[in-house]
């Protein structure tokens, strides 16, 4: 009987987002501690968002009454 092919050996080597290098398990997505710290001051300089409704706009139409 054939043996199972270990899936993580499948999957194709991941790199980093941020330099594109290979990623290391112990800063994984990233591959270095300097990625994973320039990724975090993107979000914190609001480089990147997440889509959704403006708060504010919803509630002057809560408030107007009318969508």
Do not use: H, N
Not at 12 to 38: G, H, M
Request: hydrophobic content about 25%; glycine content about 8%.
């Amino acid at each position: 009987m054939a043996q199972q092919p270990d899936p993580r050996r499948e999957q194709p080597p991941v790199s980093c987002p941020i330099c594109r290098k290979p990623a290391t398990e112990s800063f994984a997505p990233f591959c270095s501690q300097r990625c994973a710290d320039v990724d975090l001051g993107r979000w914190l300089g609001e480089r990147y968002v997440i889509p959704g409704s403006d708060p504010e706009g919803d509630k002057e139409r809560d408030e107007g009454g009318s969508l």
